[in-house]
């Protein structure tokens, strides 16, 4: 064993462990579960399964969402005693829509060393075999629960310029795309990573439109564990064209309403700029009039 495999007295070790593939785990990683005094992991039951493929026999404690803020003081009391203490989830990097921040955030206050020992993450595998532009994304986790909340937040992201990436769970990924359609417009390029570095792995990528068709077309393509990427907004197009689904707002109220007030109701509605709508109004009743223009020339 080398000196980067030996746990130094007192150092929180946050390590990466498979998100599939039980071979995909380095060897620092094997070496510092096995030395270390304590694991705290998500769930011990689910942890067994790794440690005990890898022959490690380290005690083990629960660290998740609900005992994190009980249990944090008890593990930093163990590391200025001089423990050294892994912290893992149950699958991939910890922190990563994973629990630890507590326990992370209190040991860097108090001064006490903190080392990755990096590894998998669902999101950078994804990431690295998308084919769409990755030099610079942006990690959104969990989308929210619910509908509204869910809508609301991709309005929010609508005009992002960089890949977004999601994860996503497979009762709600049909919902997800759906919703991405509605508010990106159909044409926007996806990809579904799905089951990554699992037996049933699929990387798929189209057209959000295609996408759904895809998904919703095949019950099997809807199991498991899903990354779900998104090309960013094109610049040129945000600043002239508002969201899909904000522009169909705005055109049904212009049914009844002058464009500017359908405009403004509209981005009252849909989070989108006032301006924007206005312009796109605008452009609409434009192309209706050289329509008519045409029509009559004929
Ligand atoms: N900490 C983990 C990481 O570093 O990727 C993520 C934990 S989060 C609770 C679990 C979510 O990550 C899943 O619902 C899925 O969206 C994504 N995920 C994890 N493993 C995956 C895999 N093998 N293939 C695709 N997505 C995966």
Redesign the pocket.
């Known amino acids: 064993m080398t000196s980067e495999t030996i746990p130094l007295p007192g150092t929180l070790y946050v390590v ?1 462990t498979p ?2 593939n039980l071979a995909d785990i380095t060897y620092r990683a094997v070496a510092i579960l096995a030395e270390v005094q304590l694991i705290a992991t998500e769930d011990t039951r689910h942890s067994m399964r790794l440690l005990q493929h890898y022959g490690i026999k380290t005690p083990c404690i629960a660290l998740h969402d609900h005992n994190e803020r009980q249990r944090t003081p008890k593990l930093i009391e163990r590391l200025e005693r001089g423990d050294a203490i892994a912290l893992i ?10 629990p630890g921040f507590g326990l992370v955030k209190t040991a860097r206050e108090r001064g006490l060393p903190v080392v990755p020992v990096p590894g ?7 990431l690295s075999v998308a084919g769409i532009p990755v030099d610079r994304f942006c990690f959104e ?2 989308l929210p629960a619910k509908s509204g909340a869910r809508r609301k937040r991709l309005q929010e992201l609508n005009s992002e310029s960089r890949t977004l990436v ?4 497979p009762h709600r990924i049909t919902a997800a795309l759906q919703q991405m359609k509605t508010v990106f417009g159909g044409e926007r390029r996806g990809v579904v ?6 037996t049933f ?1 699929t990387i798929h990528s189209d057209s959000l439109e295609n996408l759904l068709l895809w998904i919703a077309a095949d019950d099997n393509q809807r199991r ?5 990427l998104v090309e960013g907004a094109q610049k040129q197009a945000t600043t002239r064209e508002p969201a899909a689904e904000a522009s169909r707002v705005a055109e049904i109220l212009s049914l009844e309403l002058p464009p500017g007030q359908a405009a403004a109701l509209a981005a009252k509605i849909t989070g989108e700029k006032k301006s924007r709508l206005y312009r796109h109004l605008l452009g609409q009743n434009r192309r209706a009039d050289t329509g008519s223009l045409d029509e009559k020339d004929q």
């Not at 498991?224 to 779900?228: A, K, N, R, S, Y």
């Open positions: 990466a998100i599939g989830s149950d699958a991939g990097t910890p922190l990563i829509s994973d998998p993450s669902a999101v950078l595998a994804a986790g969990f999601f994860y996503e769970s990573a799905r089951e990554l570095t699992k792995e498991g564990e899903f990354v779900l």
